[in-house]
Each structure stands twice: as C-alpha cells, then as structure tokens.
C-alpha cells in the first residue's frame, strides 16, 4: 500500500468526469483501494475520491465515525454512522426534498471550509471492490459526505455547491461562525 499524492483545486483531473469501473474485482482497482484507504486515513479525511489521486474512475471511500458527531450542529447530526465503505460506480437518489446547509472541508482545498446545502435524505447504491452490491439510506453528516464525494466523479468541488462565496473561510476563522458554546470541529 502507498500514501498517494492528492490533486488540489486547478488540478485537471478534479474538473473530469470519472470513468465507470467495468470490473470492480481487478487487481488494479484493489490496489487502488487499499492505497486510497491509507491515504485518507493519514490525510484524516472523511472521505477520498479516485479523482482526488488523479485517477479519473468513479471510485469513492468514505466513513462517518461516531466522534465527529459531537463536532456538529443538531441539524447535521446523523442517525447512524457509516461505516468505513468502498463504493464504485455509485449512483445517489434523493429522497426528500429537505436540504441542510453544513460546513465542509475537503482534502484538495486544504485550509478551507465552505457553507454548503445538501439533500438531507438520500439513497445510494453502487458495488464494493469485491463486486457485492452495496445499498443504504443515508441522513445528515453520512448523507453529506456521499454526496460530496460522488461530486467529484462529476468534477464538481464544494466552492461550485455554495450559495454564498461569503462562507468561504479559512479553517482558523471557524470559530467565528459557530454559535457560541459550540465545539470546533
């Protein structure tokens, strides 16, 4: 397994449209898996796109672990966590018209967090690197993590998804945004 290295926003790569996965079981998507997996662990990322390791395929991992729920507003609490999850080829529906405005970050905009309104109650579906389907219902932060990281399959970075450029802050300033009382993240 290797750390890749990860494009950052201006990268080519992160404005393409990934290609699907025609064999999910080959020993070249299993390696980039397990390389993805390293990395997005040591970069400590919620989530990490193939994209995102200047691979154009539309792989994606991701997990919502319990601790970084207490970092977050009532309103973007989840239900459940997710489990660390391999999808390829994903597709999402949504299944509500609720939205939630949350703040995110992400690996290829390093020092930044962005406002950023998102479906709150989504499906997704798709296959791991075994080939076995995978289907879940997903809320909240779980939701929100799936859906930024199938956004950049579609070449589509967070900053494209806001509403307002002025909640485009650096990390720093966070805890000029947050009620008072609440945790940092």
Known sequence: MAILKIARMGHPVLAEVAKPVGDPTTP???RLVADMLETMIDANGAGL???????PLRVVVFQAPADRNDALSEEER????APLTVLINPEIEILGPEREAGW???LSVPGLRGLVERSSHIRYRGVDHEGH????????FHARVVQHECDHLD??????RMGDLKKLIYETEVRHWLPRGEPEE
Request: aromatic share 6%; hydrophobic share 40%; proline share 10%.
């Open 155 to 160: 070449g589509v970075l967070y900053p494209q």
């Open 133 to 140: 389907p995978i289907e879940r219902i997903a809320k909240g």
């Open 49 to 55: 796109a193939a994209p995102q390791v200047h691979v």
């Open 104 to 106: 995110e970050g992400c």
């Open 78 to 81: 989840f239900e459940a966590t």
């Open 28 to 30: 070249e998507i299993r």
